[in-house]
Nanobody, 116 residues
Framework: QVQLVESGGGLVQPGGSLRLSCVAS????????MGWSRHVSGKQRELVAT???????TYADSVKGRFTISRNNAKNTVYLQMNSLKPEDTAVYYC??????????WGQGTQVTVSS
């Protein structure tokens, strides 16, 4: 059974940084595509960043130049380094995984709040 566990969320001032982590279990991690999405109540979920099994990376325009996604296959972990945070980055951030069969899984989410 696939499990994704996020950590690293919290309260940060505008301009600050946070690093989110997502540890995966129950999958052949190095063969999966990993991503981060975020959701604000009342709005659609936004795909923030993805990284494929071969290392191809994509970002939403809203986070380009500020967020960096990376993965450590030895640790079954994907990261999201978030710099220059803005109040509009406030959301619940979710880790997701797509395996080589096309099945998609989600973590439970971690709250990020950017406020002074």
């Amino acid at each position: 059974q696939v499990q994704l566990v996020e950590s690293g969320g919290g309260l940060v001032q505008p301009g600050g940084s946070l690093r989110l982590s997502c540890v995966a279990s129950g999958s052949i991690f190095y063969r999966t595509e990993m991503g981060w999405s975020r959701h604000v109540s009342g709005k659609q979920r936004e795909l923030v960043a993805t990284i494929t099994s071969s290392g191809t990376i994509t970002y939403a325009d809203s986070v380009k130049g500020r967020f960096t996604i990376s993965r450590n296959n030895a640790k079954n972990t994907v990261y999201l380094q978030m710099n220059s945070l803005k109040p509009e980055d406030t959301a619940v951030y979710y880790c997701n995984q797509i395996n080589h069969y096309g099945a998609q899984y989600w973590g439970q989410g971690t709250q990020v709040t950017v406020s002074s």
